[in-house]
C-alpha cells in the first residue's frame, strides 16, 4: 500500500509536472518557429508595402528598404527582437508620410512671433527665428518630436522656433506691427507622402524649443 501511494505521489509530484514543462517548452518553441518564419516575415513585407503606397519621394522609399533589409537580416540570423524593431520602425516611417500640417508663424495674444538669441560664443551677433505651431488640415495643432540646436535634445513639442535670417525675421516683424497679426503666417507645409518640410520662407534649418 505505501508503495502504492508514493508511486503516485511521484506521478503527481515528479513526471506530470516534467512532462508539462517539456510540452510547453515545446509549444514555446512552434510559437517562435512561426513567428520567425512566418508572422514577422509577413508583417515586414506588408508594412514595407505600406510604405511605398505612400511615399512620394525617393529618400522615403531608400529609408524602407533600408529598414526592410535590417529586418530580413534579423529574421536571418533569428533575432525576432531586431525584426520587430524593423517593422516599428516601418509603422513610424508609414505615420510620419501620411501626416500633414502647416507651419504656422504664431499669432495669437500674448505670444511672441519671433525671437532673438545671443549666442554665447559671438556675444556681438544675433540668431533670430520665427516660432511655429504645425497645424492639422482639420485645424488640430500636433506635437512633433524637435530637435533644439541649443541643447541638442529631441523633445515633442506643439510649438518651437525656427532660425531665420535677420531679413525674414523683420519681414515678419513689420507684418504683424501692421495690425497685431501675421497676415502671411504660413512658414512652410508638410505634405502627405513626403518626409520634409516645404517652406515657403527662407530658414536656417535649426530650431529651439524655449525663450
Known amino acids: 500500500m505505501t508503495a502504492g501511494i508514493g508511486w503516485g505521489a511521484y506521478q503527481v509530484g515528479v513526471v506530470r509536472p516534467a512532462r508539462e514543462r517539456a510540452e510547453q517548452a515545446r509549444a514555446q518553441t512552434e510559437r517562435e518557429q512561426r513567428e520567425l518564419t512566418d508572422l514577422l516575415p509577413r508583417a515586414l513585407g506588408q508594412g514595407h508595402q505600406e510604405v511605398l503606397a505612400e511615399a512620394q519621394v525617393d529618400e522615403a522609399r531608400q529609408r524602407a528598404g533600408q529598414i526592410l533589409a535590417d529586418g530580413r537580416s534579423a529574421l536571418a540570423r533569428r533575432d525576432a527582437a531586431g525584426a520587430k524593431k524593423a517593422i516599428s520602425d516601418l509603422e513610424d516611417l508609414r505615420a510620419d508620410l501620411r501626416r500633414e500640417y502647416v507651419l504656422r508663424i504664431m499669432s495669437r495674444p500674448g505670444e511672441p512671433s519671433g525671437v532673438w538669441r545671443i549666442p554665447a560664443r559671438n556675444p556681438q551677433a544675433r ?12 485645424g488640430r495643432i500636433l506635437s512633433l518630436p524637435v530637435t533644439s540646436e541649443e541643447t541638442g535634445q529631441t523633445q515633442t513639442v506643439s510649438k518651437w522656433a525656427v532660425r531665420v535670417s535677420e531679413d525674414v525675421f523683420n519681414q515678419v516683424r513689420r507684418d504683424k506691427n501692421d495690425d497685431g497679426i501675421v497676415q502671411r503666417n504660413r512658414l512652410g507645409e508638410k505634405r502627405r507622402g513626403s518626409l520634409d518640410v516645404d517652406y515657403l520662407m527662407p530658414v536656417l534649418g535649426r530650431a529651439i524649443l524655449t525663450w
Open 127 to 138: 540668431n533670430y527665428y520665427i516660432v511655429v505651431e504645425p497645424v492639422a488640415p482639420d
